[in-house]
């Protein structure tokens, strides 16, 4: 079945340390996004690239980076977590603007 | 800014009952409308989707929404709910006007009762 997967589902990493989420996508759509979701809020948009393109949410902070090698995969790179980036990590993806999302499954994570 | 407000956060039910679930965004161009459904311990997926045609949406599982421009709203229905529905349910819009955005209301967390 097409589907986005992530890795891993559960993360836990120390105050600091540096941690990458990964997404991959077996759907061949042009979008992948990441959105963060801490509990009881809606998910927020950090970032999404369409193809290659990299669009920033203009409030997401510096401390999240993002790479897209190829279609199929996408990275969040988190530099140094802070107590307050413990949260669900969704990762979607759809054909082109107007279409629907596909999500996976989210990686939570936890910082010690 | 953009938002989008759903005022309902949790919602109880009887099985049978009619559900309306409440979708407002503040917006003045055009927007594609979108209703996502997370059923307990499963990611979110889409209900029903609208970006331009006809304003009644008619979505998996029974749902359908109805885009009202001049309201600013998309509220989601149901004529006979399931113990099944229960799940949280996000009203989500995207502009691409301008700058992209995908903004997701807060969700409503509904509750059926067999």
């Known amino acids: 079945d097409a589907m986005v997967i992530q890795n891993p589902r559960y993360q836990v990493t120390q105050f600091g340390k540096p941690v990458t989420l990964s997404c991959s996508q077996t759907l061949n759509h042009n979008v992948m996004y990441w959105y963060q979701q801490k509990s009881s809020q809606a998910p927020k948009l950090l970032f999404h690239y369409y193809d290659k393109d990299f669009n920033n949410e203009a409030d997401t902070p510096d401390n999240f980076q993002s790479r897209r090698p190829n279609t199929s995969f996408c990275f969040l790179d988190i530099r140094s977590p802070g107590l307050g980036d413990a949260a669900m990590y969704l990762c979607?993806?759809?054909?082109?603007?107007?279409?629907?999302?596909?999500f996976g499954p989210g990686t939570r994570l936890t910082v010690l | 800014a953009q938002s989008v407000s759903q005022h309902n956060h949790h919602v109880i039910l009887s099985e049978a009952a009619s559900l309306e679930l409440g979708c407002n965004y503040s917006y003045g161009g055009t927007v594609n409308l979108f209703w996502y459904v997370q059923y307990p311990g499963q990611h979110l997926q889409l209900l029903l989707k609208y970006f331009s045609g006809d304003p009644l949406v008619k979505g998996i599982k029974g749902f359908e929404a109805e885009f009202i421009k001049s309201k600013f709203s998309f509220n989601l229905r149901k004529p006979s709910v399931q113990w099944s529905d229960t799940a949280e349910y996000f009203c989500?819009?995207?502009?691409?006007?301008?700058?992209?955005?995908?903004?997701f209301g807060t969700g409503t967390r509904l509750k059926v009762l067999a």
């Open positions: 989500a819009v995207s502009t691409t006007s301008g700058t992209y955005k995908y903004i």
């Open positions: 979607a993806t759809s054909r082109d603007w107007t279409g629907g999302q596909f």
